[in-house]
Protein backbone atom coordinates (compact mmCIF):
# COMPACT_ATOMS: atom_id res chain seq x y z
CA UNK A 1 0.00 0.00 0.00
CA UNK A 2 2.72 2.20 1.01
CA UNK A 3 4.62 1.25 -2.32
CA UNK A 4 1.77 2.01 -4.55
CA UNK A 5 1.37 5.39 -3.35
CA UNK A 6 4.96 6.14 -3.53
CA UNK A 7 4.66 4.90 -7.45
CA UNK A 8 1.68 7.30 -7.81
CA UNK A 9 3.34 10.40 -6.27
CA UNK A 10 6.16 10.10 -8.61
CA UNK A 11 4.01 9.60 -11.43
CA UNK A 12 2.42 13.03 -10.72
CA UNK A 13 5.74 14.30 -10.00
CA UNK A 14 6.99 13.18 -13.33
CA UNK A 15 3.82 14.99 -15.07
CA UNK A 16 4.41 17.76 -13.52
CA UNK A 17 7.89 18.02 -14.86
CA UNK A 18 7.04 17.01 -17.82
CA UNK A 19 4.10 19.88 -18.07
CA UNK A 20 6.87 22.22 -16.74
CA UNK A 21 8.91 21.32 -19.50
CA UNK A 22 6.14 21.66 -22.17
CA UNK A 23 5.42 24.99 -20.73
CA UNK A 24 9.04 26.66 -21.37
CA UNK A 25 9.41 24.66 -24.56
CA UNK A 26 6.29 26.52 -25.46
CA UNK A 27 7.80 29.97 -23.95
CA UNK A 28 10.98 29.31 -25.97
CA UNK A 29 9.02 28.98 -28.83
CA UNK A 30 7.18 32.31 -28.01
CA UNK A 31 10.72 34.00 -27.92
CA UNK A 32 11.71 32.82 -30.95
CA UNK A 33 8.84 33.98 -32.58
CA UNK A 34 9.36 37.75 -31.15
CA UNK A 35 12.82 37.60 -31.52
CA UNK A 36 13.93 39.62 -34.99
CA UNK A 37 11.82 42.16 -33.83
CA UNK A 38 13.16 43.06 -30.39
CA UNK A 39 16.94 42.48 -32.11
CA UNK A 40 16.11 45.38 -34.74
CA UNK A 41 14.99 47.88 -31.29
CA UNK A 42 17.70 46.35 -29.63
CA UNK A 43 20.29 47.01 -32.72
CA UNK A 44 18.32 50.68 -33.13
CA UNK A 45 18.67 51.37 -29.63
CA UNK A 46 22.48 50.62 -29.63
CA UNK A 47 23.04 52.67 -32.73
CA UNK A 48 21.39 55.64 -31.24
CA UNK A 49 23.55 55.35 -28.10
CA UNK A 50 26.76 54.84 -30.28
CA UNK A 51 26.02 58.08 -32.72
CA UNK A 52 24.79 60.13 -29.37
CA UNK A 53 28.13 59.25 -27.78
CA UNK A 54 30.06 60.05 -30.82
CA UNK A 55 28.52 63.20 -31.15
CA UNK A 56 28.55 64.31 -27.77
CA UNK A 57 32.47 63.05 -27.42
CA UNK A 58 33.24 64.89 -30.51
CA UNK A 59 31.42 68.09 -29.26
CA UNK A 60 33.43 67.35 -26.17
CA UNK A 61 36.78 67.01 -28.20
CA UNK A 62 35.67 70.26 -30.24
CA UNK A 63 35.44 72.29 -27.23
CA UNK A 64 38.14 71.10 -24.81
CA UNK A 65 41.19 70.10 -27.50
CA UNK A 66 43.35 72.78 -28.88
CA UNK A 67 43.18 73.71 -32.81
CA UNK A 68 45.88 73.07 -34.63
CA UNK A 69 45.08 75.61 -37.44
CA UNK A 70 47.69 77.57 -38.58
CA UNK A 71 46.82 81.56 -39.00
CA UNK A 72 47.16 83.18 -42.24
CA UNK A 73 50.56 85.17 -41.81
CA UNK A 74 50.01 87.47 -44.80
CA UNK A 75 46.57 88.34 -43.52
CA UNK A 76 48.00 88.82 -40.13
CA UNK A 77 50.71 91.56 -41.46
CA UNK A 78 48.40 93.06 -44.03
CA UNK A 79 51.18 92.41 -46.81
CA UNK A 80 49.57 93.56 -50.17
CA UNK A 81 52.31 92.32 -52.36
CA UNK A 82 55.72 90.59 -51.98
CA UNK A 83 57.84 93.61 -52.14
CA UNK A 84 55.47 94.93 -48.46
CA UNK A 85 57.45 94.56 -45.55
CA UNK A 86 55.39 94.99 -41.64
CA UNK A 87 57.17 96.77 -39.10
CA UNK A 88 57.12 96.74 -35.39
CA UNK A 89 58.59 99.00 -32.97
CA UNK A 90 59.69 97.67 -29.79
CA UNK A 91 56.25 95.98 -29.01
CA UNK A 92 53.74 97.73 -31.47
CA UNK A 93 53.09 96.68 -34.95
CA UNK A 94 52.43 99.97 -36.73
CA UNK A 95 50.09 100.62 -39.66
CA UNK A 96 52.71 102.10 -42.09
CA UNK A 97 54.57 99.17 -44.00
CA UNK A 98 58.23 99.52 -45.14
CA UNK A 99 59.74 97.66 -48.22
CA UNK A 100 62.03 94.97 -48.67
CA UNK A 101 64.14 95.59 -52.23
CA UNK A 102 66.93 93.57 -52.79
CA UNK A 103 67.33 92.40 -49.45
CA UNK A 104 67.25 95.53 -47.52
CA UNK A 105 64.78 97.22 -45.30
CA UNK A 106 63.47 100.77 -46.10
CA UNK A 107 61.29 102.75 -44.19
CA UNK A 108 58.65 105.53 -45.19
CA UNK A 109 60.65 109.30 -44.33
CA UNK A 110 57.50 109.50 -42.41
CA UNK A 111 57.94 106.09 -40.21
CA UNK A 112 60.77 107.38 -39.21
CA UNK A 113 59.81 110.79 -38.69
CA UNK A 114 57.20 109.41 -35.83
CA UNK A 115 59.07 106.39 -34.44
CA UNK A 116 62.93 106.62 -34.59
CA UNK A 117 64.56 110.13 -35.34
CA UNK A 118 62.45 113.22 -35.96
CA UNK A 119 65.97 115.37 -36.46
CA UNK A 120 66.00 113.88 -39.99
CA UNK A 121 63.75 116.09 -42.43
CA UNK A 122 62.59 115.06 -46.01
CA UNK A 123 62.22 117.75 -48.40
CA UNK A 124 59.55 116.63 -50.62
CA UNK A 125 60.16 119.37 -53.29
CA UNK A 126 64.01 118.67 -53.80
CA UNK A 127 63.64 114.93 -52.95
CA UNK A 128 66.07 115.62 -50.38
CA UNK A 129 66.97 113.75 -47.41
CA UNK A 130 68.96 115.41 -45.03
CA UNK A 131 70.32 115.43 -41.06
CA UNK A 132 71.86 117.76 -39.15
CA UNK A 133 75.20 117.20 -37.29
CA UNK A 134 76.45 119.39 -35.02
CA UNK A 135 78.86 121.29 -37.52
CA UNK A 136 77.61 119.43 -40.71
CA UNK A 137 74.98 118.93 -42.98
CA UNK A 138 74.31 115.34 -44.39
CA UNK A 139 72.08 115.09 -47.87
CA UNK A 140 70.95 112.27 -49.52
CA UNK A 141 69.00 112.04 -53.06
CA UNK A 142 66.33 109.95 -54.17
CA UNK A 143 67.65 107.19 -56.24
CA UNK A 144 71.29 107.43 -55.31
CA UNK A 145 73.68 105.47 -53.28
CA UNK A 146 76.08 108.65 -52.49
CA UNK A 147 75.39 110.92 -49.96
CA UNK A 148 77.12 114.41 -48.66
CA UNK A 149 78.66 115.19 -45.30
CA UNK A 150 79.94 119.29 -44.88
CA UNK A 151 79.58 118.81 -48.70
CA UNK A 152 82.20 115.86 -49.06
CA UNK A 153 80.80 113.37 -51.22
CA UNK A 154 80.59 109.48 -49.37
CA UNK A 155 78.84 106.66 -50.98
CA UNK A 156 76.78 102.97 -49.92
CA UNK A 157 76.70 99.70 -51.49
CA UNK A 158 72.87 100.17 -51.97
CA UNK A 159 70.46 102.99 -53.15
CA UNK A 160 70.02 104.93 -49.51
CA UNK A 161 66.65 106.86 -51.01
CA UNK A 162 63.94 105.69 -53.25
CA UNK A 163 60.89 107.52 -54.35
CA UNK A 164 57.37 105.64 -55.11
CA UNK A 165 55.01 107.95 -56.01
CA UNK A 166 53.87 110.66 -53.42
CA UNK A 167 56.19 108.46 -51.11
CA UNK A 168 60.44 108.28 -50.41
CA UNK A 169 61.66 105.35 -48.53
CA UNK A 170 64.89 105.47 -46.56
CA UNK A 171 67.48 102.43 -46.42
CA UNK A 172 67.01 101.26 -42.09
CA UNK A 173 71.06 100.17 -42.76
CA UNK A 174 71.43 104.59 -43.57
CA UNK A 175 69.14 105.42 -40.63
CA UNK A 176 71.28 103.32 -38.50
CA UNK A 177 74.38 104.89 -39.26
CA UNK A 178 72.74 108.38 -36.74
CA UNK A 179 69.96 106.52 -34.47
CA UNK A 180 70.13 104.36 -31.74
CA UNK A 181 68.52 101.56 -32.50
CA UNK A 182 69.04 97.48 -33.09
CA UNK A 183 67.02 95.46 -35.77
CA UNK A 184 65.79 91.70 -37.27
CA UNK A 185 64.10 91.01 -40.39
CA UNK A 186 62.34 87.77 -41.76
CA UNK A 187 61.34 87.10 -45.18
CA UNK A 188 57.76 84.59 -45.78
CA UNK A 189 55.97 86.78 -44.17
CA UNK A 190 58.26 90.10 -44.49
CA UNK A 191 58.87 91.38 -41.37
CA UNK A 192 60.85 93.81 -39.46
CA UNK A 193 61.41 94.08 -35.57
CA UNK A 194 62.95 97.59 -34.73
CA UNK A 195 64.18 97.81 -30.81
CA UNK A 196 64.92 100.99 -29.35
CA UNK A 197 63.86 101.01 -26.15
CA UNK A 198 66.34 98.82 -24.06
CA UNK A 199 67.11 98.02 -20.54
CA UNK A 200 65.37 95.04 -18.12
CA UNK A 201 61.86 93.65 -19.79
CA UNK A 202 59.76 91.21 -18.73
CA UNK A 203 60.24 87.65 -20.23
CA UNK A 204 58.75 84.33 -19.63
CA UNK A 205 60.45 80.94 -20.86
CA UNK A 206 58.39 78.39 -22.73
CA UNK A 207 58.10 75.33 -20.24
CA UNK A 208 57.36 72.60 -23.67
CA UNK A 209 57.01 73.50 -27.14
CA UNK A 210 54.75 76.07 -26.96
CA UNK A 211 52.28 77.50 -29.58
CA UNK A 212 51.77 81.02 -29.81
CA UNK A 213 48.22 82.16 -30.65
CA UNK A 214 46.56 85.07 -32.64
CA UNK A 215 44.03 85.95 -29.92
CA UNK A 216 43.56 84.71 -26.14
CA UNK A 217 42.03 80.72 -26.72
CA UNK A 218 42.87 77.64 -27.89
CA UNK A 219 40.90 77.58 -30.65
CA UNK A 220 42.62 81.13 -31.97
CA UNK A 221 45.13 80.05 -34.86
CA UNK A 222 48.45 79.05 -34.73
CA UNK A 223 50.88 82.39 -35.33
CA UNK A 224 53.97 80.64 -34.60
CA UNK A 225 55.33 78.11 -31.87
CA UNK A 226 58.33 78.65 -29.40
CA UNK A 227 60.58 76.30 -28.70
CA UNK A 228 61.27 74.31 -25.12
CA UNK A 229 63.53 76.70 -22.88
CA UNK A 230 63.37 80.00 -25.34
CA UNK A 231 62.33 82.99 -23.74
CA UNK A 232 58.94 85.24 -24.42
CA UNK A 233 58.82 89.08 -24.04
CA UNK A 234 55.50 90.14 -22.07
CA UNK A 235 53.47 92.48 -22.54
CA UNK A 236 51.52 94.27 -20.26
CA UNK A 237 49.14 96.08 -23.23
CA UNK A 238 45.80 94.88 -23.54
CA UNK A 239 43.25 93.59 -21.04
CA UNK A 240 43.88 90.65 -18.82
CA UNK A 241 42.57 87.07 -19.45
CA UNK A 242 42.73 84.00 -17.14
CA UNK A 243 45.12 82.08 -17.86
CA UNK A 244 46.48 83.42 -20.64
CA UNK A 245 49.70 86.30 -21.37
CA UNK A 246 50.05 88.54 -24.34
CA UNK A 247 53.45 88.11 -25.50
CA UNK A 248 55.99 88.89 -28.40
CA UNK A 249 57.90 86.86 -29.67
CA UNK A 250 61.89 86.60 -30.90
CA UNK A 251 60.46 86.05 -34.55
CA UNK A 252 58.49 89.08 -34.37
CA UNK A 253 55.00 87.83 -33.27
CA UNK A 254 52.40 89.54 -31.05
CA UNK A 255 49.71 86.93 -29.58
CA UNK A 256 48.85 85.01 -26.47
CA UNK A 257 50.23 81.86 -24.71
CA UNK A 258 48.52 79.36 -22.13
CA UNK A 259 50.01 80.30 -18.38
CA UNK A 260 50.36 76.80 -17.40
CA UNK A 261 52.67 76.58 -20.85
CA UNK A 262 55.31 79.03 -19.82
CA UNK A 263 56.90 80.04 -16.14
CA UNK A 264 56.35 83.23 -14.07
CA UNK A 265 57.63 86.51 -15.22
CA UNK A 266 61.28 86.80 -15.23
CA UNK A 267 63.81 89.68 -15.89
CA UNK A 268 65.92 89.89 -19.05
CA UNK A 269 68.09 93.02 -19.47
CA UNK A 270 68.50 94.26 -23.55
CA UNK A 271 71.33 95.96 -24.07
CA UNK A 272 71.87 98.82 -25.49
CA UNK A 273 74.14 98.83 -29.07
CA UNK A 274 77.24 100.89 -29.00
CA UNK A 275 76.57 103.93 -30.66
CA UNK A 276 77.75 107.85 -30.10
CA UNK A 277 75.01 110.00 -29.64
CA UNK A 278 76.05 113.86 -31.51
CA UNK A 279 77.16 116.51 -29.16
CA UNK A 280 76.00 119.91 -29.85
CA UNK A 281 77.24 122.18 -28.21
CA UNK A 282 75.96 125.67 -26.83
CA UNK A 283 76.98 129.28 -26.42
CA UNK A 284 76.46 129.65 -22.63
CA UNK A 285 77.48 133.17 -21.61
CA UNK A 286 78.64 133.70 -17.83
CA UNK A 287 76.20 135.99 -16.98
CA UNK A 288 72.68 136.13 -16.50
CA UNK A 289 71.32 137.42 -19.43
CA UNK A 290 69.30 141.13 -19.25
CA UNK A 291 68.31 141.81 -22.66
CA UNK A 292 65.69 144.07 -24.36
CA UNK A 293 64.50 144.44 -27.81
CA UNK A 294 64.72 147.57 -29.42
CA UNK A 295 62.17 148.26 -32.28
CA UNK A 296 64.01 149.65 -35.44
CA UNK A 297 61.47 150.34 -38.21
CA UNK A 298 64.11 152.31 -40.71
CA UNK A 299 67.91 153.25 -40.76
CA UNK A 300 67.43 156.80 -38.97
CA UNK A 301 65.73 154.84 -36.24
CA UNK A 302 69.27 153.24 -35.35
CA UNK A 303 70.21 156.56 -34.26
CA UNK A 304 68.21 156.46 -31.31
CA UNK A 305 69.71 153.75 -29.73
CA UNK A 306 72.24 156.37 -27.90
CA UNK A 307 69.30 157.90 -25.83
CA UNK A 308 67.73 154.25 -25.23
CA UNK A 309 70.71 152.87 -24.18
CA UNK A 310 71.62 155.99 -21.99
CA UNK A 311 68.63 155.45 -19.96
CA UNK A 312 69.27 151.49 -18.93
CA UNK A 313 71.56 150.59 -15.92
CA UNK A 314 72.81 146.63 -16.21
CA UNK A 315 71.64 145.58 -19.68
CA UNK A 316 74.03 143.05 -21.41
CA UNK A 317 72.51 142.73 -24.28
CA UNK A 318 70.37 144.24 -27.04
CA UNK A 319 68.15 142.77 -29.86
CA UNK A 320 67.40 146.00 -32.50
CA UNK A 321 64.78 144.27 -35.05
CA UNK A 322 66.94 144.54 -38.33
CA UNK A 323 66.39 141.47 -40.22
CA UNK A 324 62.91 140.95 -42.49
CA UNK A 325 61.84 138.02 -44.51
CA UNK A 326 61.33 139.84 -47.81
CA UNK A 327 60.44 137.16 -50.03
CA UNK A 328 59.46 133.53 -50.47
CA UNK A 329 63.13 132.59 -51.99
CA UNK A 330 65.31 133.72 -48.39
CA UNK A 331 66.25 136.97 -49.26
CA UNK A 332 65.94 139.28 -46.29
CA UNK A 333 66.13 142.80 -46.21
CA UNK A 334 68.38 144.34 -43.54
CA UNK A 335 68.50 147.28 -41.63
CA UNK A 336 72.37 146.70 -39.50
CA UNK A 337 73.77 149.67 -39.16
CA UNK A 338 77.83 149.40 -37.86
CA UNK A 339 77.97 152.68 -36.02
CA UNK A 340 75.16 150.65 -33.84
CA UNK A 341 77.12 147.83 -33.39
CA UNK A 342 80.48 149.87 -32.53
CA UNK A 343 78.42 151.79 -29.76
CA UNK A 344 77.18 149.08 -28.23
CA UNK A 345 79.91 147.20 -28.36
CA UNK A 346 81.95 150.37 -26.77
CA UNK A 347 79.42 149.92 -23.87
CA UNK A 348 80.27 146.17 -23.32
CA UNK A 349 76.58 145.29 -24.45
CA UNK A 350 76.03 142.47 -26.96
CA UNK A 351 73.75 142.77 -30.30
CA UNK A 352 71.80 139.92 -31.21
CA UNK A 353 70.19 141.02 -34.59
CA UNK A 354 66.63 140.21 -34.75
CA UNK A 355 65.13 138.17 -37.45
CA UNK A 356 60.86 138.31 -37.81
CA UNK A 357 58.54 137.19 -40.48
CA UNK A 358 55.74 139.99 -39.39
CA UNK A 359 56.42 143.50 -41.92
CA UNK A 360 55.45 141.51 -45.54
CA UNK A 361 53.29 138.71 -43.52
CA UNK A 362 50.74 139.61 -46.65
CA UNK A 363 52.96 138.85 -49.10
CA UNK A 364 55.62 136.22 -48.31
CA UNK A 365 54.96 132.77 -47.02
CA UNK A 366 56.80 130.44 -44.21
CA UNK A 367 55.69 127.57 -45.43
CA UNK A 368 57.23 128.42 -48.58
CA UNK A 369 60.46 129.66 -47.39
CA UNK A 370 61.16 126.83 -44.96
CA UNK A 371 60.06 124.06 -46.81
CA UNK A 372 62.86 124.36 -49.33
CA UNK A 373 66.02 123.48 -48.49
CA UNK A 374 67.30 126.08 -51.21
CA UNK A 375 65.44 129.27 -49.21
CA UNK A 376 66.51 127.48 -46.18
CA UNK A 377 69.92 127.73 -46.96
CA UNK A 378 70.00 130.96 -48.46
CA UNK A 379 68.21 132.35 -45.83
CA UNK A 380 71.14 131.02 -43.48
CA UNK A 381 73.86 132.38 -45.97
CA UNK A 382 72.11 136.06 -45.84
CA UNK A 383 71.81 135.99 -42.01
CA UNK A 384 75.41 134.83 -41.55
CA UNK A 385 77.02 136.65 -44.28
CA UNK A 386 75.36 140.14 -42.19
CA UNK A 387 76.08 138.64 -38.45
CA UNK A 388 79.86 138.50 -40.23
CA UNK A 389 79.79 141.74 -42.06
CA UNK A 390 78.47 143.93 -38.85
CA UNK A 391 80.05 141.72 -36.08
CA UNK A 392 77.06 140.64 -34.11
CA UNK A 393 77.62 139.08 -30.97
CA UNK A 394 74.26 136.89 -31.90
CA UNK A 395 70.38 136.28 -33.92
CA UNK A 396 67.50 136.08 -32.44
CA UNK A 397 64.60 134.44 -34.57
CA UNK A 398 61.07 135.99 -34.24
CA UNK A 399 59.01 134.04 -36.12
CA UNK A 400 54.97 134.87 -35.51
CA UNK A 401 53.24 133.13 -38.27
CA UNK A 402 54.50 129.31 -38.42
CA UNK A 403 51.79 127.08 -38.64
CA UNK A 404 51.27 123.30 -38.62
CA UNK A 405 52.41 123.19 -41.91
CA UNK A 406 55.48 125.32 -41.96
CA UNK A 407 56.70 123.89 -38.46
CA UNK A 408 58.91 121.14 -39.15
CA UNK A 409 60.49 123.21 -42.04
CA UNK A 410 60.82 125.60 -39.81
CA UNK A 411 62.48 123.58 -37.16
CA UNK A 412 64.96 122.44 -39.55
CA UNK A 413 65.80 126.19 -40.68
CA UNK A 414 66.96 126.27 -36.78
CA UNK A 415 68.95 123.22 -37.05
CA UNK A 416 70.60 124.59 -40.26
CA UNK A 417 71.31 127.79 -39.10
CA UNK A 418 72.68 126.97 -35.95
CA UNK A 419 75.75 125.25 -37.58
CA UNK A 420 76.47 128.18 -39.15
CA UNK A 421 76.21 129.90 -35.53
CA UNK A 422 78.26 127.40 -33.94
CA UNK A 423 80.92 127.39 -36.47
CA UNK A 424 81.30 131.25 -36.32
CA UNK A 425 80.67 131.58 -32.90
CA UNK A 426 77.39 133.69 -33.06
CA UNK A 427 74.45 132.91 -29.97
CA UNK A 428 71.53 131.92 -31.66
CA UNK A 429 68.11 132.82 -29.52
CA UNK A 430 64.60 131.67 -30.42
CA UNK A 431 61.81 133.59 -29.37
CA UNK A 432 58.08 131.38 -28.40
CA UNK A 433 55.16 132.32 -27.32
CA UNK A 434 53.88 130.67 -23.81
CA UNK A 435 53.44 126.88 -24.58
CA UNK A 436 49.28 126.20 -25.57
CA UNK A 437 47.69 122.93 -27.28
CA UNK A 438 47.57 125.35 -30.11
CA UNK A 439 51.52 126.29 -31.06
CA UNK A 440 53.02 122.95 -29.85
CA UNK A 441 54.22 122.38 -33.02
CA UNK A 442 56.79 125.27 -32.59
CA UNK A 443 58.70 121.91 -30.69
CA UNK A 444 60.75 124.10 -27.94
CA UNK A 445 62.42 120.69 -26.96
CA UNK A 446 64.45 120.42 -30.51
CA UNK A 447 65.18 124.00 -29.98
CA UNK A 448 66.30 123.58 -26.60
CA UNK A 449 68.53 121.27 -28.25
CA UNK A 450 70.33 123.27 -31.01
CA UNK A 451 69.61 127.08 -30.16
CA UNK A 452 71.21 128.62 -27.31
CA UNK A 453 68.98 130.40 -25.53
CA UNK A 454 64.70 130.06 -25.30
CA UNK A 455 63.46 132.84 -24.48
CA UNK A 456 59.20 132.88 -23.69
CA UNK A 457 57.24 135.95 -24.97
CA UNK A 458 55.49 135.90 -21.42
CA UNK A 459 53.29 138.59 -22.61
CA UNK A 460 49.85 138.99 -24.31
CA UNK A 461 48.11 137.15 -22.61
CA UNK A 462 45.21 139.30 -23.93
CA UNK A 463 46.06 139.93 -27.48
CA UNK A 464 45.32 143.89 -29.02
CA UNK A 465 42.72 142.77 -30.87
CA UNK A 466 40.82 139.96 -28.51
CA UNK A 467 37.23 140.02 -28.05
CA UNK A 468 37.34 140.84 -24.30
CA UNK A 469 39.80 143.19 -22.20
CA UNK A 470 42.39 141.77 -20.16
CA UNK A 471 45.54 141.33 -18.64
CA UNK A 472 48.97 142.00 -20.84
CA UNK A 473 50.48 139.31 -18.60
CA UNK A 474 48.68 138.27 -15.42
CA UNK A 475 51.45 136.49 -12.78
CA UNK A 476 49.81 133.56 -13.49
CA UNK A 477 49.52 133.19 -17.02
CA UNK A 478 53.72 134.14 -16.97
CA UNK A 479 54.16 131.48 -14.17
CA UNK A 480 52.30 128.65 -16.24
CA UNK A 481 54.74 129.33 -19.73
CA UNK A 482 57.53 129.36 -17.31
CA UNK A 483 56.92 125.85 -15.68
CA UNK A 484 55.66 124.64 -18.94
CA UNK A 485 58.64 125.35 -21.13
CA UNK A 486 60.65 123.90 -18.28
CA UNK A 487 59.37 120.72 -19.07
CA UNK A 488 60.65 120.86 -22.68
CA UNK A 489 63.84 123.23 -22.39
CA UNK A 490 66.80 123.28 -19.61
CA UNK A 491 66.30 126.03 -17.21
CA UNK A 492 70.08 127.42 -18.24
CA UNK A 493 68.58 127.90 -21.77
CA UNK A 494 65.15 129.83 -21.02
CA UNK A 495 64.72 133.77 -20.89
CA UNK A 496 61.51 134.94 -20.05
CA UNK A 497 60.70 138.00 -21.95
CA UNK A 498 58.25 140.77 -19.40
CA UNK A 499 56.30 143.42 -21.29
CA UNK A 500 57.00 147.26 -20.69
CA UNK A 501 53.47 148.24 -22.27
CA UNK A 502 49.93 148.14 -20.73
CA UNK A 503 47.16 148.05 -22.65
CA UNK A 504 44.39 150.28 -22.26
CA UNK A 505 40.86 148.42 -22.52
CA UNK A 506 37.19 150.20 -24.16
CA UNK A 507 34.04 147.97 -24.52
CA UNK A 508 31.03 149.51 -25.46
CA UNK A 509 27.77 149.10 -24.94
CA UNK A 510 27.19 147.58 -28.13
CA UNK A 511 30.00 144.80 -26.72
CA UNK A 512 32.92 145.94 -29.32
CA UNK A 513 36.46 145.96 -27.68
CA UNK A 514 39.09 148.43 -28.94
CA UNK A 515 42.56 148.54 -27.29
CA UNK A 516 45.73 151.16 -26.62
CA UNK A 517 49.20 150.02 -25.79
CA UNK A 518 50.88 152.71 -23.84
CA UNK A 519 54.15 153.00 -21.97
CA UNK A 520 54.26 152.98 -18.25
CA UNK A 521 54.04 156.57 -18.06
CA UNK A 522 51.41 156.80 -20.52
CA UNK A 523 49.33 154.32 -18.53
CA UNK A 524 49.90 156.33 -15.72
CA UNK A 525 49.08 159.30 -17.40
CA UNK A 526 45.94 157.57 -18.12
CA UNK A 527 44.73 157.12 -14.40
CA UNK A 528 45.57 159.90 -13.79
CA UNK A 529 43.65 162.10 -16.56
CA UNK A 530 40.66 159.94 -15.02
CA UNK A 531 41.02 161.13 -11.54
CA UNK A 532 41.15 156.98 -10.96
CA UNK A 533 43.54 155.29 -7.94
CA UNK A 534 44.72 151.97 -9.16
CA UNK A 535 44.11 149.29 -6.84
CA UNK A 536 46.43 145.98 -6.26
CA UNK A 537 44.95 143.00 -7.92
CA UNK A 538 46.35 139.76 -5.40
CA UNK A 539 45.28 137.69 -8.77
CA UNK A 540 46.83 138.95 -11.66
CA UNK A 541 49.91 140.78 -9.77
CA UNK A 542 48.69 143.79 -11.21
CA UNK A 543 47.24 147.30 -10.46
CA UNK A 544 44.16 147.30 -11.41
CA UNK A 545 42.03 150.37 -13.46
CA UNK A 546 38.15 150.58 -14.03
CA UNK A 547 35.57 153.42 -15.22
CA UNK A 548 32.16 153.86 -16.83
CA UNK A 549 32.09 157.10 -19.26
CA UNK A 550 29.14 157.42 -21.50
CA UNK A 551 27.98 153.83 -21.50
CA UNK A 552 31.38 152.31 -22.07
CA UNK A 553 33.48 150.55 -19.75
CA UNK A 554 37.71 151.29 -19.46
CA UNK A 555 39.93 148.79 -18.11
CA UNK A 556 43.62 148.77 -17.18
CA UNK A 557 45.75 146.19 -15.54
CA UNK A 558 48.83 148.23 -15.29
CA UNK A 559 52.79 147.12 -15.82
CA UNK A 560 55.06 148.98 -13.56
CA UNK A 561 57.36 148.49 -10.84
CA UNK A 562 55.59 146.13 -8.07
CA UNK A 563 53.74 144.00 -11.26
CA UNK A 564 57.67 143.62 -12.82
CA UNK A 565 58.89 142.45 -9.60
CA UNK A 566 56.45 139.99 -9.37
CA UNK A 567 57.74 138.48 -12.24
CA UNK A 568 61.13 138.78 -11.88
CA UNK A 569 60.65 136.93 -8.67
CA UNK A 570 59.75 134.29 -10.60
CA UNK A 571 62.52 134.28 -13.02
CA UNK A 572 64.76 133.81 -9.63
CA UNK A 573 62.67 131.36 -8.14
CA UNK A 574 62.84 128.85 -11.42
CA UNK A 575 66.62 129.62 -12.14
CA UNK A 576 66.55 130.63 -15.15
CA UNK A 577 69.35 132.38 -17.72
CA UNK A 578 67.82 135.52 -17.84
CA UNK A 579 65.20 138.05 -18.66
CA UNK A 580 64.29 139.73 -22.22
CA UNK A 581 61.85 142.92 -21.88
CA UNK A 582 59.54 144.13 -24.98
CA UNK A 583 60.52 147.16 -25.53
CA UNK A 584 63.05 149.70 -25.03
CA UNK A 585 61.86 153.16 -24.53
CA UNK A 586 58.53 152.22 -22.58
CA UNK A 587 59.71 151.59 -19.40
CA UNK A 588 60.50 154.15 -16.48
CA UNK A 589 64.22 154.45 -15.56
CA UNK A 590 63.60 152.95 -12.09
CA UNK A 591 62.30 149.68 -13.43
CA UNK A 592 66.30 149.07 -14.25
CA UNK A 593 67.08 149.01 -10.67
CA UNK A 594 64.90 146.54 -9.73
CA UNK A 595 65.82 144.27 -12.80
CA UNK A 596 69.23 144.39 -11.58
CA UNK A 597 68.18 143.33 -7.75
CA UNK A 598 67.37 139.59 -9.39
CA UNK A 599 69.30 140.08 -12.29
CA UNK A 600 72.84 140.24 -11.91
Not at 394 to 401: S, T
Not at 575 to 582: D, I, M, N, T
Request: aromatic fraction near 12%.
Amino acid sequence: MIREETEEREERRKKRTQNTGDRKKRSRKRRKRRNPQQQMVLIIVLLILAVSSAIVGKFLYDKYSPSKELADTEEYFNLQNDQEIAVLINDQMIEDKGRLIDGRVYLNVETVYQYLNSRFYWDASENLYLYALPTELVSAQVGSSDYSVAKAKQSEDYVILRADGDYAFVALDFINKYTNFTYEYWEDPNHVHIVNEFGEKDVVTAQKKVQVRYQAGIKSPILTTADKGSTIFVLEEGEEIDGWTRVLTKDGYIGYVRDKQISSVLKETLEEPEFSEPVYTNIVKDHTINLSWHQVTNKDANENIYRVLANTKGITTVSPTWFFLSDNDGNIESLADQDYVNYCHQNNVEVWGLVEDIKYKDTILDFEIFSKTTSRQRLVNNLIAQAIQYGLDGLNLDMEFINEDSARGYVQFIRELSIMCRLNGIVLSVDNYVPAEYNKFYNRAEQGVFADYVIIMGYDETPGNSETAGSVASIGFVENGIENTLKEVPKEKVINAIPFYTRFWRTDENGEVTSEALSMDGADQKAVNNSIEPVWDETSGQYYIELEYEGSIYQMWMEEERSIEEKLKLIKQYELAGVASWRLGYERAGIWDIILRYVN
